[in-house]
C-alpha cells in the first residue's frame, strides 16, 4: 500500500471488504512502530497487549452484527500528556515518568468508542516545553524525513510516527503551536481547533488559558474525521463550549469561490527563509487559481506576540506546575534531610533545564513589583491581538501564513539559543493567544527536500470553513513523495 492511500478511509474500506482483518491493520501498526522506533524513538510506550485485545473485542463485536464504528480498526497513537488509562503519562520528565492514570482523557474516551486502537503513547517535549521535541527527558525524536534534523515540538513523537506512516491519526497537544509546528516539518496536517471545541479532561496542563488537545492526519479528511468524534460540549470540562457540532466531512466540498483569504504581508519578510517563502507564494497564487479572493490585511500587534506568549504561558506554567514537589506524583527525591530539602531536590532533580527555565521566568513576571509591568502588560496586549483578529475577520474569511520561518532544522543546532527556538512558533501562537482555529498543510518540499507547510487561520467555530479551504489546496496539490524513514518502505523493514 502507498504511503499516501494509509489514511483512515482506505483502513475502513480494506476491513470492510475483508482484504485485511481489523487485527492484522492494528498488528501492522504495532510491528512499525516496534520497528521503526529505534530509529525514530517517537514511542515511550507500546501496548501491543492492550492494542491486540481491543482489536480481538471489536472484531467479535462485528462478526456479532453490531453496527460498524466510524473509526474501528484504526490505529492512534497519543501524546504522552494525555491520559490514557492504565498507559504511563510522563509528559516526557523524570518527574511523572512512573505515573500511571486511573482514568483516560475524555477525547481519548470518545476516540475509543468509535472504535480507534491506542497503540501507545508518543515522545514530546518535557512537560510539552519546546520546539524541537529535544527536551524530552527521554531522548530526541527524529524527522522521519531526514533523521539529523527535528521534527518540531512539542508534539513530534505523534507527528513523526503519522509522517512515517506508523499511525494514521494521532493526538498532540498545543500551547504555543505545538502540532501545527510539527506538522509541518513532518509533511503532514495538524488542526488546532477553537478552544473549548475540544475537552481538555485528562490533558496535563502546561498553560491552561492556552492549552488545546489537537489532531494530527496523513489528510485533512481523516482530520475532520477525527475531530466528528471528538468534539463536543464536555460535563468535566467547565472550559469546553456548549457549541453545535457540524458535520465536518460533509464540509470538504472543494468549493471555495468567493472566499476571501487575508495575508498580513508585513510578517512575511524578516526571519523568513527563502525556500518557505517562495512555498507559500505559490500556495497563494494557488487558492486564487482555486477561486479564492487573495488580499493584504495588517494584524499591527502580531509582532509582540512571542513576547506576549512566553510571559502568559511561563506565568501559567509556574502555578500549573507547583504540583509536581515529590508528594502526590511520580518522582520523589530519596535522603533528603527534611520536606523543604524533599521538595527542592525532587524539582531540581525531576525537572529538565527548560522546564527549570520557564518556571523561573513565569514566578519572575508574577512576583511582587512586577506582576503589572509584565503578566498584566501581557493580557492587555493579547486583549489588543483579539481585537486586530477581529478587524481582520470583518474582512476576510481565513488567514493565511507559513506555519513555521524554516524548514526542519539540524538537531542540536538552536539548542543553545533558547530565544531562537522561541521564534520557531511566531506565525502559530497568535492562534493559542486569541483562541482561534488554526490548520496546517503541507505545500511543498524545500530546495533540500525538506517539507514546507502553509497555514491557514478562520473565525472562532468555523472548523469546517477551516478544513474545506485546506481541503481544497490539498484535492489539487498532494505531497506524493515520501519521507526517507517510512512504516511501508522496504528500506526500513
Not at 506512516?165 to 502540532?179: D, F, K, N, R
Not at 470538504?252 to 512575511?268: E, F, Q, S, Y
Amino acid at each position: 500500500m502507498p504511503l499516501s492511500e494509509y489514511n483512515v478511509e482506505s483502513i475502513r474500506s480494506r476491513i470492510a471488504s475483508g482484504e485485511e482483518s481489523l487485527r492484522d491493520t492494528v498488528n501492522r501498526s504495532l510491528d512499525a512502530a516496534e520497528r521503526l522506533n529505534e530509529k525514530l524513538n517517537a514511542f515511550l510506550e507500546i501496548d501491543r497487549k492492550g492494542a491486540l485485545a481491543r482489536a480481538e473485542e471489536l472484531s467479535a463485536n462485528q462478526q456479532a452484527g453490531e453496527s460498524g464504528l466510524p473509526l474501528a480498526g484504526v490505529p492512534l497513537a497519543v501524546k504522552d500528556n494525555i491520559c490514557v488509562r492504565g498507559l504511563q503519562a510522563s509528559c516526557g520528565s523524570r518527574i511523572l515518568g512512573p505515573y500511571h492514570p486511573p482514568y483516560s482523557a475524555t477525547v481519548v474516551e470518545r476516540l475509543q468508542a468509535a472504535g480507534a486502537v491506542v497503540v501507545g503513547k508518543t515522545n514530546l517535549d518535557e512537560f510539552a516545553m519546546g520546539s524541537s521535541n529535544e527536551n524530552s527527558a527521554f531522548g530526541v525524536v527524529r524527522n522521519p524525513w531526514d533523521t539529523e534534523r527535528v521534527p518540531g515540538g512539542s508534539s513530534g513523537g505523534s507527528a513523526a510516527a503519522v509522517a512515517a506512516g506508523i499511525v494514521p491519526v494521532a493526538l498532540g497537544s498545543e500551547t504555543g503551536g505545538s502540532v501545527r509546528q510539527p506538522a509541518a516539518l513532518c509533511g503532514i496536517v495538524g488542526l488546532k481547533p477553537t478552544y473549548g471545541r475540544l475537552s481538555r479532561y485528562g490533558l496535563v496542563a502546561f498553560a491552561s488559558s492556552l492549552d488545546h488537545i489537537s489532531i494530527f492526519g496523513r489528510n485533512v479528511r481523516d482530520v475532520a474525521e477525527v475531530l466528528q468524534v471528538a468534539a463536543g460540549r464536555d460535563p468535566l470540562d467547565a472550559t469546553s463550549a456548549d457549541v453545535d457540532v457540524p458535520d465536518y466531512k460533509a464540509a470538504l466540498t472543494t468549493d471555495i469561490k468567493g472566499v476571501r483569504i487575508g495575508v498580513p504581508r508585513a510578517l512575511l519578510s524578516e526571519g523568513l527563509d527563502a525556500d518557505v517563502s517562495e512555498r507559500i507564494e505559490a500556495a497563494i497564487e494557488a487558492y486564487r487559481e482555486l477561486g479564492a479572493e487573495v488580499i493584504d490585511i495588517e494584524l499591527p500587534h502580531a509582532k509582540y506576540c512571542i513576547a506576549v506568549y512566553y510571559v502568559i504561558a511561563t506565568a501559567e506554567a509556574s502555578s500549573n506546575l507547583a504540583r509536581f514537589d515529590g508528594v502526590r506524583y511520580g518522582f520523589r527525591a530519596e535522603e533528603a534531610k527534611n520536606l523543604r530539602e524533599m521538595y527542592r531536590r525532587t524539582r531540581d532533580e525531576g525537572f529538565g533545564a527548560e522546564v527549570k527555565r520557564r518556571i523561573m521566568l513565569g514566578t519572575f513576571v508574577l512576583s511582587s513589583g512586577y506582576y503589572d509591568a509584565y503578566y498584566r502588560k501581557a493580557q492587555q496586549v493579547r486583549t489588543l491581538l483579539k481585537i486586530d483578529f477581529e478587524h481582520a475577520f470583518g474582512v476576510c474569511d481565513a488567514i493565511l501564513t507559513p506555519t513555521t520561518p524554516t524548514p526542519a532544522f539540524l538537531i542540536g543546532e538552536k539548542v543553545d539559543d533558547p530565544l531562537s527556538m522561541y521564534l520557531n512558533d511566531i506565525y502559530t501562537c497568535t492562534a493559542n493567544l486569541v483562541g482561534v482555529p488554526g490548520i496546517s498543510v503541507p505545500c511543498g518540499l524545500s530546495k533540500d527536500g525538506l517539507p514546507v507547510g502553509l497555514q491557514l487561520m478562520s473565525r472562532h467555530w468555523d472548523e469546517a470553513g477551516l478544513l474545506n479551504l485546506a481541503h481544497a489546496y490539498e484535492s489539487k496539490h498532494p505531497l506524493l513523495e515520501r519521507p526517507r524513514v517510512s512504516a511501508l518502505s522496504d528500506s526500513t523493514s
